[in-house]
């Protein structure tokens, strides 16, 4: 028996995530590998690892170059969906729900490892969600590792969790101790059958305990502060004042009343309102006075949120992503989900644009890539090399209800 460990976030913050993540996709790769392995070697015998590397460098396949490990879900996954020859599809289930959700899994682990989505609470609890999903379908054990995961985040988010760490803490401080009296020669004999930690033999030089601001460093910001991608985490003060929905379609602050649709251009303002609200912040939003910069509390991790004015554009994708995936077949964008084609789903008065997006996507777009959208109606294509823009498209050309 192997033992697989899941670390457990403690917090919203970056790191606490990414050790979720890593954590929970190791975990997911050991027990996959060990899937495969177990059954393929009865089947197959033990050399079939081996025979598969080099049939597929053989066949000059990109990602078989190099150092390769069947623990390594990037690299099984995709043989699972696309080489339906595969010897994997003897291990693990033939249905297609389950290499549908293995296409999700790919393409959210690309979208991780590109720094296309940033990550928190939310984006690791749909990879969590997609891992369990696979797990129930392949009988795999990680699928209760997934749901406590799940669970976590959940409490994570609602501001329901608190770290064991955090309530050793609170209780210190709650019940302060006392000084102990001395102690008596008596009072110092062990406890018979109790063994007692030993002492530190004070003519014996003790090692440096670690220094918790250690963990800490300070660099030198420029003279312009960068805000980061629209989604990424707020960065510097977060301004005191809100502005929150009101029944007029304005978003105003109730202490003083003035609203932010008079600060953006009329035309403009319904589709901000639509950017900005997309993600559900939490207690409304602030606006930094000095760029008109847009930020809320998001499953409570400060986020930029858009910007009064124009909003800069990195070509890739702005805004969150939503938890959708679609792919390229045939010409057609398919929704993994439901399986259709969005010339098949929009309106009689929207197929024109939407055979146009689907026609340009599909020139652009590489072989086997993932498509993720934004909140912002960028639709982004994903593959083990990288991300790129593909489209931006409108909420009245797209699948009803996906933005």
């Known amino acids: 028996m192997t033992q697989i460990t899941v670390e457990m976030p403690e917090r ?48 000059q396949e990109n990602r078989w170059k190099g150092s390769v490990n069947r623990f390594d879900p990037g690299l099984m996954l995709p043989e699972y969906v696309w080489r339906l020859d595969s010897p994997l599809a003897k291990a693990l289930s033939s249905k ?22 940033a990550p928190g609470p939310l984006e690791l609890q749909d990879v969590a969600t997609l891992v369990k999903q696979f797990a129930s379908l392949n009988d795999l054990k990680i699928s209760t590792m997934a749901t406590r995961m799940i669970n976590r985040l959940e409490r994570i988010r609602n501001g329901r969790y608190q770290p064991f760490n955090d309530v050793i803490a609170r209780w210190r401080i709650d019940n302060p101790s006392t000084p102990a009296p001395a102690a008596s020669p008596a009072a110092d004999q062990t406890m018979p059958g109790v063994e007692q930690p030993p002492q530190p033999d004070p003519g014996v030089e003790q ?24 989604g990424g985490r707020w960065t510097g003060e977060i301004p005191a004042g809100r502005f929150i929905p009101s029944a007029i379609g304005d978003l105003v602050d109730p202490g003083r009343g003035d609203g932010l649709r008079a600060r953006v251009d009329a035309d403009l303002w319904p589709r901000k309102r639509r ?11 602030w606006v930094d006075e000095l760029d008109g910069a847009v930020g809320g509390y998001v499953d409570n991790v400060p986020r930029l949120l858009g910007y009064l004015g124009d909003e800069p554009d990195d070509g890739l994708a702005r805004g969150f992503l939503t938890p959708r995936y679609y792919e390229v077949s045939a010409g057609r964008i398919v929704d993994l ?21 689907q026609k340009t996507v599909a020139d652009s777009t590489p072989q086997r890539a993932g498509l993720r959208l934004s909140t912002y109606g960028d639709l982004v294509a994903i593959t083990d090399d990288g991300v790129m823009r593909v489209a931006v498209v409108e909420p009245a050309h797209w699948f009803p209800g996906h933005l």
């Open 12 to 59: 919203d913050s970056y790191g606490e995530i990414m050790k979720g993540y890593f954590s929970l996709m190791r975990g997911f790769g050991i027990e996959l590998g060990m899937r495969c392995d177990a059954v393929l070697s009865e089947l197959d015998g033990v050399n079939w690892w081996a025979e598969l590397v080099s049939q597929r460098r053989d066949e």
């Open 337 to 357: 989900d439901s399986g259709l084609a969005l010339e098949d789903v929009v309106s009689a008065d929207a197929r024109e644009a939407a055979q146009d997006t």
């Open 96 to 117: 297609p729900d389950s290499r549908a959700i293995a296409k999700k899994i790919q393409i959210a682990r690309n979208s991780w490892v590109h720094f296309t989505t």
């Open 275 to 285: 950017l900005w609200l997309a993600a559900r912040p939490l207690g409304g939003v």
């Open 207 to 230: 090692p440096p305990q670690p220094d918790p601001a250690a963990e800490t460093i300070e660099v030198e910001a420029p003279a312009i502060e960068r805000r980061p991608p629209i």
